[in-house]
């Protein structure tokens, strides 16, 4: 199906567009009352990314209500790790909880290599339901976490400051932490080609644990499983996002994706130098849009001019926070689409 | 009192020493039984910290136990908002909470400029003991928190992943956000002021949150108030130490400080160039502890070797990990002892 709105694609293709396309990691979340609605009317959080409809619906829902120019399916990172035999929960305010984490290497070979149409159908039935309701509207992200990530978690059991436990297997048993990292990868691959195959336009990879590790840890532990994602799909342009890893920005930049995002800690002009060849997505402080629309504004417009007006995406440098006012990010978005115009 | 071991001041004012001198953040804590036990006796960390004579006992721990070349003062960054005016409690395995927080501009009026003679008089007792019983064995380091670190935790009220509350203020209320960091600055540096006049030989400042800022609003939020600092004393030797502030590195360096620690993000070659002229503190994963020894003294050998053997104090990237083996650390310690010199 033709999208009509297909400024992100292009933009993350590298051409030039009539203005800067626009979206918000975590848009369809906390922010929307209408997101409330619907997670109050499945009981919670894992119920709701499993139950296609609504899913579906809360995808959907700020390309109606904040008008952005793409959508990304609802669902978690943590659905891979699920579907290679390690369940969890999420808990109320605190977060995601593994009731048991990977300890051993029988642990790890018991992990199994899941078929996304059969473990992860939910997610691929929801892509096929949002599809067809945008009908064309605009593009559908898709996404996974990046192996690294994902390993965190399924050692460490939930989120931490240092996720020490994790790393510790790193240094202590590097063999099983690849032999686990190699199965995530394996599982991440087939489950984007699914995605894609369902009809993602454009597939992003979190490394939302990045910045924990040092140049040479990412070099070992992160880069060479992003290198085999991007590498085995060519069906879509693809995204990396590895917050907080401002020191692999370079080497992050020569993997074989179309879009690099950026936090905002990094510099842009800096990260232009370091990622010449690529399309950039961010990066503004989510707590910019705590501000008075006149600082939103102003802000909006600074980030867009130093970003220019080709080869970007602009986006905030993390999902936006629960407690930000809806007509905040509505002036985000206008700013965007009415200035780099 | 003429100081025996005076590499790590050698070191910090820049001058040539026969080996890098060694210390670690958080050394005197959780990693020694020794002072497990003096803990268990206080009862709680505040108690500990409150009383001189324990306190002053496990400050000198590390330097009998782990042969390090400093010894830091035990205390908390927290005792400054606490001699303002807000208490906080030390909730185990959660950390640091403060029952009342900073909301309004009033709130910031009733904070007190703290006497440290009187409401610090713990911690300065606690020195007097500490520099009594070194009895000149090795230097004595005291510190205190970056404005901005302390700011975030009165705002907030307890640690937090993005500090979202405080980041709130400083957009919504930049003028009282400001108004509040003068206030923590000036308790500082009397603080920092009467360390020195106890007997602190150094005193470093923990920017311990400056990794959630963007560079913009690090040069409007955190490096006025270091500036302010440094150039307010002059009694002795300083460090800066901002975690998670790659972006700053260079800005840092100019300041007039003597010191600037790296965490282990930071790649040293390229800390060197954005900061030439000062000693580097740092930076080896805390993590790599967690490692066989023949990999922990590869490790340090490594960065032994990229720092150069002047202008280095070594350190870690970060406070010792609570779960580290002493042997680990002292593992570190001798390796910088015996290949540096």
Chains 1, 2 share one sequence.
Not at 32 to 61: D, S, W
Not at 133 to 160: D, H, N, Q, W
């Amino acid at each position: 199906m033709e999208i009509k709105n297909d400024l992100f694609l292009r933009a993350a293709r590298g051409e030039k567009t009539e203005r800067t396309p626009v979206w918000l990691m975590r848009q369809a979340g906390r922010i929307l009352k209408e997101y409330r609605e619907v997670r109050e009317k499945a009981g919670n959080f894992i119920t709701l990314a499993k139950t296609p409809e609504l899913a579906a619906e809360v995808t959907i829902q700020p390309v109606d209500i904040l008008g952005v120019d793409a959508a990304i399916i609802f669902s978690d990172i943590l659905v891979i790790p699920e579907a290679m035999g390690l369940p969890y929960e999420m808990v109320e305010a605190k977060g995601p909880v593994f009731p048991k984490v990977i300890e051993t290497k029988d642990d790890i070979l018991k992990l199994v290599l899941a078929d996304p149409e059969d473990q992860l159908s939910y997610v691929l039935e929801a892509i096929d339901i949002v599809k067809k309701e945008l009908a064309g509207r605009v593009p559908l992200i898709g996404f996974a976490g990046a192996p690294f990530t994902i390993f965190c978690y399924m050692i460490e059991g939930k989120g931490s400051k240092t996720f020490s436990k994790a790393k510790k297997m790193m240094f202590q048993h590097p063999e099983l932490a690849h032999l686990l990292l190699d199965k995530i990868t394996e599982n991440t691959i087939l489950y984007l080609k699914a995605q894609i195959k369902h009809g993602a336009d454009l597939v992003q990879i979190f490394d939302s644990w990045a910045g924990i590790l040092s140049p040479q840890q990412y070099r070992d532990f992160s880069l060479p499983y992003l290198k085999k994602i991007v590498d085995a799909i060519d069906e879509a342009p693809k995204t990396i996002f590895a917050k907080g890893a401002f020191f692999a920005r370079e080497e992050i930049g020569k993997l074989n994706c179309d879009v690099v995002g950026l936090d905002w800690n990094m510099d842009i002009s800096e990260s232009r130098k370091l990622i010449p060849n690529k399309t950039l997505q961010g990066n503004m402080d989510p707590c910019v849009l705590y501000s008075d629309f006149s600082k939103i504004v102003s802000e909006t417009k600074t980030m867009l001019k130093e970003f220019g007006s080709t080869k970007h995406i602009a986006n905030l440098g993390h999902g936006v926070y629960p407690d930000t006012n809806p007509d905040s990010v509505r002036c985000f978005i206008d700013t965007v689409k009415s200035y780099s115009h």
